[in-house]
């Protein structure tokens, strides 16, 4: 995995470097998506697309807290989480293009990102299937002795469906290193959560039905998440089990490109605006001492990063529908017989 | 050679593969402490350990989930759908995830998992306990279904179906688990997937089965070789997907005469996969039309006897009598 601390400018001193670390990445996610968002707007990214703009803080203390070959399992709004291992931009790009440069050839596009190499073990689009697969990872560790700890990423509306409850049920039964994040932006795409769910906290008001301890965590407060983060990665890679977490967050956009998010009262589009995580971190970093030259240089890092990206990405060519038959079996081919 | 019924061949082709790599772990309800409804994996759990042999809340989407996440990490998971009428909750498992791993990465990922489900009827299973699934599978790209029908095939089957870099259901009979015996080798065989084996050889018609059925035409072809000196080829598929339509294809053009024969209900069943493939690419050595014979398209298999058995047998002797009918056509 990249050295995401190493930047043009020093880190502050007497500031934990793991928050530069985790702010970087945040400056880097925040870039990335709306660059993804400009694309969208030129029409050159085809089909639909769910940004994680505002919703950097989560995925961002995650990525600083895991280990490299920990495991990430995340949903179709999936472009943070991946970056977030050490994934580079250009083929993640390339990918939401469609491009042959892409992280997958031009096969998954926006929503099913997967770098096996960097432990990003998929962007999953059938909600809440992920959550057993997670789980068999982490058993696959444990048995393995291998010290790894899976993170598992899921939406508030996936705590409503049956796979939630019986990986978390398993998960628990048989204490396996996972972590399970509620990434909760009130929203189950158009409905609010909250009209279609029994309890106030989709995740957190449920972890007692799995004898796991209740976790909210306000999911826009970097420092909070990291330090989430770092507990539940290390009670899961201790042995003490699973952890379910409720990180609550807003997303700054629709649910996807389609949605202009009008179901949403203003008021509260403003609130949340005004809590911007990566807003809030940098006024806190500062307020810490971090000077403002660190701020500019990280976020000139990450423009040039994203424009170095773009430009490789946009150049890559169309896929060769030569590719659309492969890889269906293990010999590399699809053919019907062995 | 060891003469055994199906589910021993079965028990004891789990039981040496378990022995020999540690990686392989059996999952799901009651298969530990209980050694599952059928008795495959009795003793296995006090033998390989818990961590081998894990007892899984009912659960079967969970279940496969989690067997999915075991095959992508390092292990070699077989997971137990105790009847394969359950196994529906985890359809979605099978066909959004495990058979789409390989290809969405690009072959950095396979999924080296083996679900193995009971299943067929004729058993008294009524509604719930009695179903065939295999159709609803094999039109999936990326996933292997096997049926044996025999204890040697399913012994060496399931030897390679463990050792499939792929996700293979493996589907066996009910009906066949203590009814069906045979002479199984002593030492551990690869059956290759996806090839059929010609069960009867002769020389008059054609007739392409698997599972239960197969042992049922058989039967039949013995006696009417006996009773009128027809000569019936058997051709057991043994792997419906990927399908073997070779071997099917070369005793079709050498008899001129095909005839499918399924338990599963007739209409969009694996016969009339089968059956068309014979009529796009051998329709001009056939003498007679292609013969389908299904079980009928009725949404359960009912429960009383008289019910059942017309399920199975709709009119004396179908089988026979379609046989015999094919051949004189």
Known sequence: ?338 | MTEKNLVTAIRDTLHDEMAADDRIVLIGQDVGARGGVFKVSEGFMTEFGEQRVVDAPLAESGIVGVAIGMALHGLLPIAEIEFADFIHPAFDQILSEASRMRYRTNGDWGCPLVIRAPCGGGIHGALYHSQSIEAFYSHIPGVKVVMPSTPADAAGLLHTAIADPDPVLFLEHKKCYRLIKGDVPDAPQTTPIGLADVKREGTDLTVVSYGYELHRCLDAAARLEEDEGIHAEVVDVRTLAPLDMETILASVRKTARAMVVYEDNRTYGAGAEIAATIAERAMFDLDAPIVRIGGPDIPAMPFAAALEHYYMEPEPDHIFVGMRDLAHF
């Open chain 1, 1 to 338: 995995m990249e050295d995401l601390t190493a930047g043009a400018a020093p880190p502050a001193s007497g500031i934990d470097p793991g928050r530069i670390e985790l702010y970087r990445l945040m400056a880097r996610l925040r870039a990335f998506e709306k660059r993804a968002y400009d694309l969208f707007l030129q029409n050159l990214v085809k089909g639909t697309s769910h940004l994680g703009l505002g919703q950097e803080a989560i995925a961002a203390a995650y990525g600083v807290a895991m280990r490299a070959d920990d495991y990430t399992f995340c949903t179709y709004r999936g472009h943070d989480h991946t970056l977030a291992r050490g994934v580079p931009m250009a083929p993640v790009m390339a990918e939401l293009l469609g491009r042959e440069g892409g992280l997958m050839g031009g096969k998954g596009g926006s929503m099913h990102l997967t770098s096996v190499a960097h432990g990003m073990m998929g962007s999953y689009a059938i909600v809440g299937a992920h959550l057993p697969i997670a789980a068999g990872a982490a058993w696959s560790a444990q048995v393995r002795g291998s010290g790894q700890v899976a993170v598992c990423f899921f939406g508030d509306g996936a705590t409503n469906i049956g796979a939630f409850h019986e990986a978390l049920n398993l998960a628990a039964v048989w204490r396996l290193p996972v972590v399970f994040v509620c990434e909760n932006n009130l929203y189950m795409e158009y409905t609010p959560i909250e009209a279609v769910t029994a309890v106030k906290h989709p995740a957190a008001d449920r972890a007692s039905a799995y004898g796991l301890e209740s976790i909210l965590v306000d999911g826009n407060d970097a420092d909070a998440m990291l330090d989430v983060a770092r507990s539940t990665i290390g009670r899961a890679r201790d042995g003490e089990g699973p952890s379910l977490v409720e990180a609550v967050t807003y997303r700054h956009g629709g649910h996807s490109r389609a949605d202009p998010a009008k179901y949403r009262p203003e008021s509260e589009v403003q609130e949340w605006f005004a809590r911007d995580p990566v807003l809030l971190y940098r006024t806190a970093l500062e307020a810490a001492g971090a000077p403002t030259e660190l701020f500019t240089a990280i976020e000139a890092d990450a423009d040039r990063e994203v424009d170095e990206a773009t430009e490789i990405a946009t150049a890559s060519p169309r896929p060769s529908v030569s590719i659309i038959d492969r890889d269906v079996w293990s010999d590399g081919g699809s053919a019907w017989r062995n």
